[in-house]
């Protein structure tokens, strides 16, 4: 077992133990505060970056969900995962090109990073036939409304990148379900406004879309703003497995 490149050694995985209890006592003092309940929220822990070695400790630890923001690192890794037998959920967190629909639906349960009606329609087509189920889909919002950077625009009537359109385009396809929305906290902006007004936004659309209800939004760093605003999933990376090398 220690030569396998799928073994973490002893300190990494007291390191990962550590990192996962204050991770966990977070999202349960968030929770007290909020006057929500422990089990509304959900960990994903967000593994860019970091080896497949390391999803299979926290698989171990009794993390069942994990997210990646690019296929070509995520697609492997999972692969790696799967073959030495652990099955956690995982999460599409990242900007996706159409052409990696196809590779991303083989392992993904659940794509957090949809924005437009086109990127939908690709994934429909991928989903449809090659899955046994439809593929769990959040809407990915831009909360400033910046055309300029990732998400969806609430207000806005444009077919391919407003909000209300999109939702539309996976809640109709037959290969994807409309789960829900999924944030992050515009730079600059306290995370307080910023999830008051995507709280705002997932009424809204729940309004039209009752079976939408999941709500990702909070990292290491807002978790417990999201939270109180009603957040779902929380996606921690840098506070559970330690900062990352590179921006990814
Ligand atoms: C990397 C990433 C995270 C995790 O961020 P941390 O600050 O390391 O917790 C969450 N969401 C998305 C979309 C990410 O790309």
């Known amino acids: 077992m220690t030569d396998s490149p799928l073994a973490v050694r002893p300190e990494r995985r007291a390191e990962l133990a550590a990192g996962l209890a204050r991770i966990r006592a977070r999202i349960a003092d968030a929770c ?34 994990v997210g990646e923001n690019r296929d070509q690192e995520a697609a492997p890794k999972a692969a790696a995962v799967a073959a030495a037998g652990a099955a956690p959920r995982w999460h599409f967190i990242g900007q996706l090109q159409r052409n990696k629909a196809r590779s991303v639906i083989r392992y993904a349960d659940v794509v957090q990073s949809v924005d437009s009606a086109r990127l939908a329609a690709a994934l429909d087509a991928a989903a449809s036939g090659a899955r046994d ?10 909360v400033d409304g910046d055309p300029a950077r990732g998400g969806a625009l609430p207000g806005a009537a444009d077919p391919e990148r407003g909000l209300d359109p999109v939702a539309a385009a996976v809640a109709g396809a037959r ?35 009752p079976g939408a ?9 807002d978790l417990e703003s999201a939270v109180a605003h009603g957040a779902t ?14 921006l990814g």
């Open 175 to 209: 290969g994807l379900r409309l789960a829900g929305l999924m944030a992050v906290a515009p730079l600059g902006w306290e995370p307080d406004r910023a999830f008051a007004r995507l709280a705002e936004v997932a009424a809204r659309l729940r309004a039209d879309h």
């Open 133 to 142: 189920r439809p593929l769990d889909v959040l809407v990915q919002v831009s």
């Open 32 to 65: 007290a505060a909020a006057g929500r309940g422990r089990d509304e929220v959900t960990l994903v822990a967000v593994t860019k970056t970091y080896p497949a070695a390391d999803v299979l400790a926290l698989a171990g630890l009794g993390v069942a969900d």
């Open 233 to 246: 999933h929380v996606r921690v990376g840098s506070a559970l497995l330690g900062m990352r090398p590179t």
């Open 213 to 221: 209800s999941l709500l990702s939004a909070g990292m290491s760093g």
